[in-house]
């Protein structure tokens, strides 16, 4: 979860325009995709966030009943403007209209006029009075159905010979959503999902569909039980040490994602495969305490195999959620998970400690691989967890930071500060220190590797509003890796750099200028050796991007990216990336158009560019941009009716002098590939 | 050769060795260019310009913390008529009794109006290898600074433009840089420094560092560099007259460098 302090200290400037007209939410998506843990998906979906955004700018939050958790999701609020308006409400009795929040003092104009976006006077609906058919009229509902494919066809379904890899469903990509809504106390959702290559109504997935996912969620059922979710949901505690499902934001231009906050239990609406909880979980608060029990049992999808006694053992997991192929599809569900433990936590004024203990269980066990890198990992069929977190806030200064242990094995720890030094100044630190055989599946912190384990590192970082219009962000974080890491035969460092400049017009456009540097270590083999040495490998970032709003119809952003890549005594290549995105909103907003032409030239796929781009609803991309051709894609919305939205999407990559495109079972014949989409959203 | 070895990898690391930063400057990233300060001896000449009373200070410093590496460094200002100031300073960096590297240092500093102020420092540099070798230098650094107005500042240093250097057979060398420096007062508790120095024989540094008061006596700091990427931070005490401030840098493979300096204006 986004951290609301952070975000109100160090970017407000920045952000606020952004909330400000619905289609630059957009905008925002870019700004936390770009800051996912984990950058590597061609789509990410963000309805975590998204969803709740939309969710509140279309059925506001009622100022009379809100609660402190509903003001926290809308992310621009800080810890003391969420307690203002609480106390307001205890001190003045029920607010009369919006208009009252100007009386508060710690709200600011713009502070306002956003939140005036997400909520709303009505008086307080009473769970008490629920009865069927009053209920009913509360109810919303939505349905939400995607059809994509790429157009050409890929090597795997073109194999005829059954003993060799290839895809056994069609290349047709199907999701549906559906959920309900009844006043944000009961929440039902119901989420289906096929990708391009699994078989529908066939093998393994003779139900149809290869994954679904669904809950039934229950809030504020009475004083102490303030959720209950039935079904998939995700958990969130602490700085994500121990137990952290969904959506992580780390390091990059926008320094909030440092600070996490978790949000603690929430109902799970994503399509990803993996890395959430099934089961049941609740919420339970008394005076000052809250505890979060849950209880989970999945089945994951890897490689079982015998080991020398004869006995079945998990090799590895697999948390692509991609069940094509014949092994795919062996190795599907295969891997039996139980997961237990619970969140205790107790908030006084501007504390808030927590303890986090999670227990995992499989049913076979889990082998460590045999590389010399591998030697700490976790082995065995019971893996636990127990940590403590806490944050507070003194006057100007924000505290956080968590420390586990792994049951038998290692510690990691990580402790920040976010100070607010003055109006125009913020800065952050934030240290973590992992050992090498801490193990924990579900941990998502701040940090340079994939996993939280074998790291350590500081990180600094500013963030300077001289003004409205000038924004500027800088960060240095330097790591260890004290243990070594795979295709890396040696204890390794690095620095991640970023600075970046942002000119803003207000609720117009912006400009902005980035720099980020990195150095790492892997392995080279230099020739006349036999061993790897360690090689420094330095990436050098130079953006410039531009965006304006020309006027209510028109809206363009252009981009241009250099990049090199240094790879010493092996490697050098440079690349560049050039695009143009123009925005377009006509017949009354009914109709939205986007579209963006881009040139790209890199050195192979090292010296790649990520770039965001805009998708159907949920759905965001960051794809990679590499070799030399020119990338388009067009995104359609159309307004049917009042309740009815339809998507489309088609996207095109031309590549020069290539005779085919992607590899293995992907690859295609020629230089192009083209992918779309439809998607079509049915709310009442 | 051993011993050659081990006092290469002592006097490689040219930040310890031949520049001394003082626990304000430390704590800061290693900057100062722009700054004024009794501490501007050993950093930028033109910065002890604008001192408006006789100050006299010492510092300490242990090198990668339990090693027996340490400085220690002595700094004097005389202002006297006319916007002037004679300052002096000595520092010495090295393993006691074994092997040293000794600068002296005799600053001459002068305010030209409000906005102007300019500096001299003439350096001698002593290499001394008990038993061993012994070879004497002279160096000369050359400062600027220009007020733009009550909050910044911007500070020039061209250090050793005589590009003076030990003989060939002394495993160390006197950096030949230049460095231009920012200062910004934000307001009275916060000020942010920003150096960046290019050097004939190592790449481009920038270093930057902020300073916050947490109140009246009390300041806090914190900097980094780029090379070699380090952080530093600090804590300085104003007891009226009197000032204390600890500092350290964090070298991410090599250590803290913890640092005592004590200053006191008459």
Known sequence: MISKFVLYILIPL?????????????????????????????????????????????????????????????????????????????????????????????????????LKLFVEVRPPAIWKDLDVNTAWKSVEQAILIKYGRVLEQQAGYAVKDPTRSHYLGDPNRYAVRYKLNYEDKIRIAWNMEK???????????????????????????????????????????????????????????????????????????????????????????????????????????????QNGDGEPVITSINYSGLHRTP?????????????????????????????????????????????????????????????????????????????????????????????????????????????????????????????????????????????????????????????????????????????????????????????????????????????????????????????????????????????????????????????????????GGKLQANTRLAFFHTKGYNARIYAYENNVLYTSGFPVYYDKGIRTYLNLRWRVSRGVDFWARYARTIYNNKESVGSGLDKIPGNSKSDITLQLRWQW | MLFKTILLLLFSLKASAQVFNAAPFLAMGNTGLAQGSLYSISNNPAGVASLESMAFGVAYQNHFFSSEIQSQAVFAALPFASSSTLAFGMNSYGLQGVANLLTLRGSYAKQFGRHFSSGISVNSHRYYVTNYENDNTLSLDLGFQYYANDDITIGALARNVTKAQHEDVVPAYIPVEFGIGFYYKLSTALRIAYDMYYGLYTSLDYRGGIEYAVDSRVVVRGGVASHPTQYFGGVGLVLNKLHVDIASAFHPRLGTSPQLAIAYDF
């Open chain 1, 14 to 114: 920045y952000i606020l325009p952004v909330f400000c007209i619905a289609q630059e939410m957009l905008d925002m998506e870019e700004m936390l995709i770009e800051q996912l843990t984990e950058i590597s998906a061609e789509e990410v979906d963000l309805s975590e966030v998204v969803d709740r955004l939309w969710a509140y700018k279309k059925k506001p939050l009622n100022l009379n009943t809100v609660h402190a958790e509903q003001l926290a999701d809308l992310i621009f609020l800080s810890p003391q403007q969420i307690r203002s308006i609480l106390n307001h409400r205890i001190l003045t009795g029920a607010f009369l209209s919006v208009l009252e929040l100007q009386s508060i003092p710690e709200l600011n104009d713009r502070t306002i006029q956003l």
């Open chain 1, 327 to 587: 092994t795919e599809q062996a190795n599907r569900r295969s891997i039996k998970q139980f997961n237990y433990g619970t969140d205790l936590s107790y908030r006084r004024d501007r504390l808030k400690l927590g303890l986090t203990y999670l227990s995992t269980s499989f049913v076979h066990t889990l082998m460590s691989g045999k590389a010399l890198y591998q030697q700490f990992d976790f082995e065995g069929n019971h893996l636990q967890q127990l940590g403590i977190h806490y944050n507070y806030t003194f006057k100007n200064v924000y505290l956080f930071g968590e420390m586990a242990k792994r049951v038998g094995g290692g510690m990691a720890l990580n402790q920040g500060m976010l100070a607010s030094l003055h109006p125009q100044l913020s800065a952050v630190v934030h240290y973590r220190n992992y050992s090498r055989d801490y193990d924990a599946p579900y941990a998502r912190a701040t940090g340079e590797g994939s996993h939280v384990k074998n790291e350590k590192g500081f990180y600094a970082g500013l963030t300077y509003h001289p003004n409205r219009r000038f924004e500027y962000a800088v960060y240095v974080d330097a790591f260890r890796f004290p243990w070594l890491r795979y295709r890396v035969d040696g204890p390794s460092s690095g620095v991640d750099f970023l600075t970046q400049l942002t000119y803003t017009w207000y609720k117009r456009g912006r400009l902005k200028l980035r720099y980020r540097h990195r150095v790492r270590q892997e392995n080279a083999l230099l020739s006349g050796r036999h061993e790897n040495l360690l090689a420094n490998v330095l990436h050098h970032q130079l953006r410039l991007e531009f965006q304006y709003k020309l006027n209510e119809v028109w809206r363009i952003r252009n981009r241009a990216e250099w990049t090199r890549y240094d790879k010493e005594d092996v490697e050098q290549g440079d690349g560049g990336l050039i695009y143009q995105d123009v925005f377009w909103k006509g017949y």
């Open chain 1, 195 to 305: 990708d391009a290559g699994e078989p529908f109504f066939q093998e393994k997935q003779s139900s149809g569909f290869d994954f679904y996912s669904g809950h039934i969620l229950f809030k504020h059922v009475n004083r102490s039980v303030k959720q209950v979710v039935i079904g998939d949901y995700i958990l969130q505690f602490g700085q994500g040490l121990i137990l952290w499902n969904g959506l992580s934001f780390g390091k990059g231009a926008w320094a909030g994602g440092i600070a996490k906050e978790g949000r603690g239990l929430q109902p799970y609406s994503s399509m990803g495969e993996n890395r959430f909880q099934r089961g049941i979980a609740g919420t339970i608060g008394v005076g000052s305490w809250e505890i979060t029990p849950f209880v989970s049992y999945n089945k994951l999808s890897g490689n079982i195999e």
